[in-house]
């Protein structure tokens, strides 16, 4: 199973980003897993920023990002995106994408990163000031 996440670089604040993820492998049906986006700071924990639900009916974000960005998916291209608007200097951080095979989303459980099966190599997105 690979995750491939892409679409980081350097915005100023204010700005957007658009991340994908796409995910393939010879046994990995997508519509069978959850997929989560973390992000990682310099010296700072992983934290959780969104989570989708296998068919994209149930999201759940981050406080820190909500009604800033959107996740959703696109189950035909195999693919998750984060839309990333009104950014700021605090978002600057790799972003990842992971799975789980979980049947449904818990915002209690998936939040949390070692849930996750599997994880994208991360892709890194900086808002200057």
């Known amino acids: 199973v690979q995750l491939q996440a892409s679409g980081g670089g350097l915005v100023q604040t204010g700005g957007s980003l658009r991340l994908s993820c796409a995910a393939s492998?010879?046994?990995?049906?997508?519509?069978?897993?959850?997929m989560g986006w973390f992000r990682q700071a310099p010296g700072k924990e992983r934290e959780f920023v969104s989570v989708?639900?296998?068919?994209?009916?149930?999201?759940y974000y981050a406080g820190s990002v909500k009604r800033r960005f959107t996740i959703s998916r696109d189950n035909a291209k195999n693919t998750v995106y984060l839309q990333m608007d009104s950014l700021k200097p605090e978002d600057t951080a790799v972003y990842y994408c992971?799975?789980?095979?979980?049947?449904?989303?818990?915002?209690?459980?998936?939040?949390?990163?070692?849930?996750?099966?599997?994880w994208g190599q991360g892709t890194q997105v900086t808002v200057s000031s």
């Open positions: 992971a799975a789980d095979a979980a049947d449904r989303l818990n915002t209690t459980v998936h939040i949390s990163s070692r849930h996750y099966d599997y």
């Open positions: 989708i639900s296998r068919s994209g009916g149930v999201t």
């Open positions: 492998g010879r046994t990995f049906t997508f519509t069978d897993y959850l």
